[in-house]
């Protein structure tokens, strides 16, 4: 699991889990996380950051397969933040239903997007700090945006990064936004991009919350397997 001192051996990491998606991905009905499949649908301009800040915020305490379809249907509807504040919020939630708490999250849309006309030209911005002060963004939903959007470094870090990097040893922190400060400190920033959309595909197929896929592991030599009670 060395590679220098106590780091982990990013680089052999990195790599199996590059290959184990590739062969994953290569087979029916398995999919990369919501997010990232949905930055693949659009080409670089000002309508990529908003339809990531927009599904990923749908994306909060919902399964990929809704999120997609939700995201999908309110981002034809309001591709934009001048034709969203076009609908009136009972029309956007219903475009956000069955996401979670989508009520909830078409008042934050409506508030995002006054916000973005307002002070940034309808434009989001490719500012962490700024982001962060946006109605229901939260550290995930900010880094999802400065990746996938603006391709610039960053870790976010949802539940999926934080269980298996502390289930490794790879780092020990108690929530995911101490997780990401510790990553910071130990990843080389080249894998920053990265580490999200492998470890949420890995979490959702093999890695999971309870019984883990351990006889599958492609990363077993890497892993220490704390808290692990049972395995498949």
Not at 5 to 22: D, S
Not at 62 to 79: G, H, M, N, Q, Y
Not at 142 to 152: C, K, P, S
């Amino acid at each position: 699991m060395k590679e220098n001192g106590n780091a982990p051996a990013w680089a052999a990491i990195i790599r199996n889990l590059e290959n184990w998606r590739e062969k994953t991905l290569s087979g029916p009905g398995i999919e990369d996380p919501a997010i990232t499949t949905i930055a693949e649908e659009y080409e670089e301009g000002p309508g990529k950051p908003w339809a990531i800040l927009v599904s990923t915020i749908l994306s909060l305490r919902t399964k990929d397969e809704v999120t997609r379809v939700a995201s999908r249907r309110l981002l034809e509807k309001a591709p934009d933040p001048a034709r969203l504040l076009a609908l009136d919020l009972e029309e956007i939630a219903r475009l956000a239903y069955p996401a979670g708490f989508y009520r909830t999250k078409a008042a934050s849309l409506v508030k995002i997007a006054k916000i973005l006309l307002e002070k940034y030209g309808g434009q989001v911005p490719a500012d962490l700090d700024i982001l962060l002060d946006l109605p229901g963004v939260g550290r995930k939903t900010a880094n999802l945006v400065i990746t996938e959007a603006f391709g610039m470094d960053g870790i976010c870090v949802d539940i999926h990064v934080h269980r298996i990097c502390n289930r490794a040893g790879w780092v020990s922190a108690p929530t995911p936004d101490k997780t990401e400060d510790a990553l910071r400190e130990k990843l080389p920033k080249k894998y920053w991009k990265r580490i999200n959309s492998l470890l949420v595909l890995y979490g959702q197929n093999l890695c999971r919350p309870q019984s883990p896929f351990c006889s599958r592991c492609v990363i077993g030599s890497h892993c220490r397997r704390l808290g692990v009670d049972r395995s498949r």
